[in-house]
């Protein structure tokens, strides 16, 4: 009777329902446990391997955590000096015009030090995908307070938590740029649940495709998590990203093709 089920259930064939991209290299993910950055690196390598554009693509990425991007996207990627990413990606862009071009740049980079290279791409409308991670943190270099930190967030460098009388509130990127005439599509998704990354990935299809069309700048913004940043476990960042981080950086597309 056991051996017979036995030999039922071993010729059933099992749907195969997810693999992982060939898009991704062979190496592990060495993020903190519970980092944002690993689900939307396998995302943006699940929509170019799905559009097919792996030898059409090239990514520019700086210093950071999103330094280590070379690593795991296994297509073409060139480095940029801190918060130049954009700079970097519009000279690729006007040299290489066919290709598909993408910047993935941190808080730290993007909305601190590259804040004029963001604001003049943007405003030009520089046919490139900018995706910008915002954990509200600088998550390599110690957990300093960002331009992204939240007000009374405490970090290594506001252990009293953020003063916004002394350092002003939380510089809203996506937001600004919705108002430059260049941003073609700007929106801003999560990835710490199913739903979220369902739509990032909408957003990214969206966004190369927009691309093609030489329609202007894309930009997506993804709120995160930085456990080590946070000094948090994994689980407790979730609740902090979805009782603090979202209310002050609302989920939603923020500026969409008119025509």
């Known amino acids: 009777m056991n051996e017979k089920l036995y030999l039922e259930e071993s010729e059933i ?9 060939d898009t991704l290299t062979e190496l592990p993910f060495h993020y903190c446990p519970g980092c944002g950055h690993s689900v939307v690196h396998r995302v943006l390598m699940e929509v170019v391997q799905e559009l097919g554009i792996q030898e059409e693509i090239i990514g520019v990425a700086p210093v950071g955590c999103s330094v280590f991007a070379y690593h795991y996207m296994n297509v073409d990627m060139q480095e940029a000096p801190h918060g130049r990413a954009s700079a970097v990606a519009t000279g690729i ?12 740049q941190g808080d730290g980079d993007l909305a601190a030090i590259g804040t004029s290279e963001t604001i003049h791409t943007v405003n030009r409308g520089e046919n490139i995908l900018m995706i910008f991670i915002n954990n509200g943190i600088y998550g390599m270099t110690g957990g300093q307070m960002a331009p992204t930190s939240l007000p009374g ?4 460098t506001s252990p009293y938590g953020r003063d916004v009388e002394k350092v002003g509130n939380p510089i809203k990127i996506a937001d600004m740029l919705c108002l430059l005439t260049g941003a073609y599509y ?7 649940n ?16 927009y691309q093609k069309q030489k329609k202007g700048t894309c930009f997506v913004e993804v709120v995160s998590n930085c456990p080590s940043g946070w000094k948090m476990t994994p689980v407790q960042t979730i609740k902090y990203l979805e009782e603090q981080m979202i209310p002050n950086y609302p989920i939603g597309d923020l500026k969409v093709p008119q025509n």
Do not use: I, M
């Not at 199913?194 to 495709?209: D, M």
């Open 93 to 104: 862009k006007r040299v290489l015009p066919d290709k598909y071009v993408f910047s993935y």
């Open 186 to 192: 700007v929106t801003r998704q999560v990835v710490h």
């Open 194 to 209: 199913p739903n979220g990354v369902r739509k990032l990935k909408k957003a990214l299809l969206k966004s190369f495709e």
């Open 13 to 21: 064939e099992l749907e195969q329902v997810y693999c992982k991209p």
């Open 153 to 156: 967030q405490v970090t290594s």
